[in-house]
């Protein structure tokens, strides 16, 4: 499986950004697709994550901020994170990770820098 991120950039605070992450794989094969995020010096952290069935988490610091959600295609699968009112402690490097037949698959990550 392999998965592009993309969506990332710079935002002044309050703004508004949507990442996606498509999978090269039909979306019946996947059972999680999660965001990750990481800031300079701060360990990796998960932002959200959303199931086969549709089941969805969040971190308590985006809950109400952030939406994830999911569609697919024949042979691929694409996850978005909405990300609104964003504050400067969101600044991180965005990574996708994507579970399949029991396997975890990273994406290379996406920059989201949140400043005036």
């Known amino acids: 499986v392999q998965l592009q991120a993309s969506g990332g950039g710079l935002v002044q605070p309050g703004g508004s950004l949507r990442l996606s992450c498509t999978a090269s794989t039909p979306i019946f094969l996947i059972n999680e697709v999660a965001w990750f995020r990481q800031a300079p010096g701060n360990q990796r952290e998960l932002v959200a994550a959303i199931t086969s069935e549709h089941k969805t988490t969040y971190a308590d610091s985006v809950k109400g901020r952030f939406s994830i959600s999911r569609n697919g295609a024949k042979n691929t699968a694409t996850v978005y994170l909405q990300m609104n009112a964003l504050e400067p402690e969101d600044t991180a490097v965005y990574y996708c990770?994507?579970?399949?037949?029991?396997?975890?698959?990273w994406g290379k990550g996406t920059l989201v820098t949140v400043s005036s």
């Open positions: 990770r994507a579970i399949s037949r029991a396997r975890a698959h």
